[in-house]
Structures are given as structure tokens and as C-alpha cells.
């Protein structure tokens, strides 16, 4: 691997490949709060804090770690609005039946 030196006789790093690139952050925030109105509420609450955690994590540079709690975020939201969908539909069903 060679570099390249600038004018003041410095390394350029950039052309080296020694320059990490930052990922996006995908902390999935809003599909959090939105799971936050569905009826199952441990599940959803612990989605919102994996999201924050996400997001703490991505300031600090640990994107490994970010990527990681982004994606159990994901994981608990889906569940938890999978879960809340249900829990709606039997109780619609259940009053409609009754009445």
C-alpha cells in the first residue's frame, strides 16, 4: 500500500483506504413511536428504548453496536405492532359478536 504525500509532507489518508466510511443511522424512531399506540405496551416501550439506545450508540461511533440495537428496535416494533393488531381484531371482533 503506498501514499501518497501532500505539499506540507503529510500522508493522505484518504487515498490510502485508511479513512472508515459512516454508515447510516437506522435507529427506526418513528416506527417505535408509532408501535408506542398499539395496545401491547411492555413490548413497544422496550422498542422506543432499543431505538434510543440506537441512537446514543451511533454518536458515540460505535456503528457495529448502533446497527445492532437498530435492528432488534426493528425487530420488537414489528412484533409489537403484529401483536397490537391482533389484540385490536379480537376485541373488535369480540364486540361485535356481543352487542
Not at 431505538?51 to 454518536?59: D, F, G, N
Not at 409489537?80 to 385490536?88: D, E, K, N
Request: proline fraction near 4%; include cysteine; charged fraction near 15%.
Amino acid at each position: 500500500m503506498t501514499t501518497e504525500s501532500s505539499l506540507d509532507g503529510s500522508a493522505d489518508y484518504l487515498k490510502c483506504g485508511m479513512a472508515q466510511e459512516i454508515p447510516p443511522l437506522r435507529n427506526y424512531l418513528c416506527l417505535t413511536m408509532f408501535t408506542c399506540f398499539c395496545p401491547a405496551w411492555p413490548i413497544n416501550i422496550v422498542a422506543l428504548v432499543f431505538s434510543v439506545l440506537a441512537q446514543k450508540s451511533y454518536e458515540e461511533e460505535d456503528y457495529e453496536g448502533s446497527k445492532q440495537l437498530g435492528r432488534k428496535a426493528l425487530h420488537m416494533g414489528i412484533a409489537s405492532f403484529a401483536i397490537g393488531l391482533v389484540i385490536t381484531t379480537a376485541y373488535t371482533v369480540v364486540h361485535l359478536t356481543t352487542v
